[in-house]
């Protein structure tokens, strides 16, 4: 079983739909999560980041940490085309130093 | 005034062939590192360096050899290349070795034929 399990879809959704990405995770010595997104033939960038459980809001993006269910999940509102890329989720301990443990990413496509 | 670069972009070789890929970061951070992304999109780290030290060194062949002369270079060398070495390979860096946002480079993507 891999560390970190994440559809890697593809998800097809219309602008302004609601997206719900989702990673479950098998460590519970976790307690970094982070949200990552890369465009086509680009680097990941990172896009959220949360420390133990709650949620966290950045403009349409919400990102929100159950560590009893160990299940993380980022959800998009309005969703735009320029939201399509793919989406990894990364996640690490506290003493496993610069060590992030990524899921295989969720592709995401916006059409208008 | 680019933050991460990798030099080649694109690299084509033969089976058997050394390669090497180059990354420079010049946001001034502590750590650097290198992942490995293959065909679906799985993101593995390989190496990491802090302040030039050698601190993550996943089990990869010792066919891939990381150099850091200086903080802000962290070169891969790969020797004796195979087909499965065949990938998008990513440097990264970020500010010390505590935190979590890690920029990454454009990526070189690597096809061994």
């Known amino acids: 079983q891999k560390e970190v399990e994440q559809d890697p879809g593809p998800l097809s959704v219309p602008e302004g739909a609601i997206v719900s990405l989702n990673c479950t995770y098998s460590n519970s010595a976790f307690q970094y999560f982070m949200w990552y997104r890369q465009y086509s033939r680009k680097g990941p960038e990172l896009l959220m980041y949360t420390y133990s459980s709650g949620n966290k809001e950045d403009g349409r993006f919400t990102a929100q940490v159950d560590k009893s269910s160990k299940y993380i999940s980022l959800f998009i509102r309005d969703s735009q085309p320029s939201d399509s890329a793919t989406y990894l989720c990364a996640m690490r301990g506290g003493s496993t130093l610069g060590r992030l443990y990524f899921g295989r990413g969720t592709q995401l496509t916006v059409w208008p | 005034d680019t933050a991460v670069s990798q030099t080649p972009k694109y690299l084509v070789t033969q089976m058997g062939n050394d390669k090497s890929i180059k990354c420079e970061q010049n946001l001034g951070h502590d750590t650097m590192y290198w992942y490995k992304q293959d065909s679906k999109k799985f993101l593995k780290i390989m190496f990491s360096y802090n302040n030039k030290e050698l601190i993550i060194n996943e089990t990869v062949p010792n066919r891939f050899s990381p150099k850091s002369p200086d903080k802000a270079h962290l070169n891969l060398h790969i020797n004796s290349l195979e087909l499965g070495d065949s990938a998008v390979y990513f440097c990264?860096?970020?500010?010390?070795?505590?935190?979590?946002?890690?920029?990454f480079g454009p990526g070189t993507r690597l096809t061994v034929l």
């Open positions: 990264a860096s970020s500010q010390n070795i505590k935190n979590n946002e890690q920029f």
